[in-house]
């Protein structure tokens, strides 16, 4: 079965630093990956998605990668700032576009 | 940009009786929509597959009979968590996907907070 791996630790960083997620996927590569952003309580917000052929996207201070030699993804947040703290999702689309999520990471930008 | 709601955002019901939730795209049309639920400090774990007009798609090992879904339009889908016990308290968030947006970005709701007493 295709699997979503993302580091379940917390990432704590300071202000102004760049904060870098890990997504990792088994098996077949996605035809795209998408990222998500979801706070406490509330449903996930769609940030980015990036296709296979393609190595890097940016949204203003974010940026995404694409490897599939390493089957990763990598989810920069440069210059964070403190309102950058959630859990970030990864997920990869099934077939009919089945959304399959990583466990998500929660990141703390602290000031 | 699209906006889905769900309805009710909490929602707090006895062991045995029924909870109905509501899942509407505002301003797209929704061939397809996606229920989730989620447990505290996890990921969102896909339940079923709502396409209008036609049965839901379940996820192995979610009972069909427990989790109603109806589809009845291009903007509204409703989960129906019958005769629900503790286990059943989650977060239940839905997603809504239109072939008039990008092909696979997904639109996701609030969430609704079910707690079974």
């Known amino acids: 079965s295709q699997k979503i791996e993302q580091n379940s630790e917390a990432l704590n960083i300071q202000e102004g630093k760049t904060a870098t997620l890990t997504c990792n996927y088994t098996?077949?590569?996605?035809?795209?990956l998408q990222w998500y952003r979801q706070d406490p309580g509330r449903g996930p917000v769609f940030l980015l998605l990036?296709?296979?052929?393609?190595k890097e996207k940016r949204k203003e201070r974010l940026k995404v990668t694409f490897d599939t030699t390493l089957k990763q993804s990598l989810f920069h947040i440069t210059a964070s700032q403190p309102a950058d703290s959630a859990t970030y999702l990864c997920?990869?689309?099934?077939?009919?576009?089945?959304?399959?999520f990583g466990q998500g990471t929660e990141l703390s930008v602290k000031p | 940009g699209a906006v889905v709601s769900q309805h009710p955002s909490r929602v707090i019901c006895k062991s045995g009786t029924s909870v109905k939730i509501e899942c509407r795209s505002l301003d797209f049309q929704a061939t397809t929509m996606f229920w989730y639920r989620q447990f505290p400090k996890k990921s969102l774990m896909l339940m079923a597959t709502?396409?209008?007009?036609?049965?839901?798609?379940?996820e192995q090992g979610v009972e069909k009979d427990k989790f109603l879904i109806n589809h009845a339009s291009l903007t509204l889908s409703t989960l129906t968590v019958t005769s629900a016990h503790p286990e059943d308290s989650s977060f239940y968030i839905c997603?809504?996907?239109?072939?008039?947006?990008?092909?696979?970005?997904?639109?996701f709701g609030p969430g609704t907070r079910l707690t079974v007493t």
């Open positions: 990036i296709r296979e052929n393609e």
């Open positions: 997920a990869r689309a099934d077939q009919g576009g089945k959304l399959i």
């Open positions: 997603s809504a996907q239109s072939p008039g947006l990008y092909s696979y970005e997904q639109y």
């Open positions: 098996n077949y590569s996605p035809a795209y």
């Open positions: 709502s396409n209008e007009g036609s049965k839901a798609t379940y």
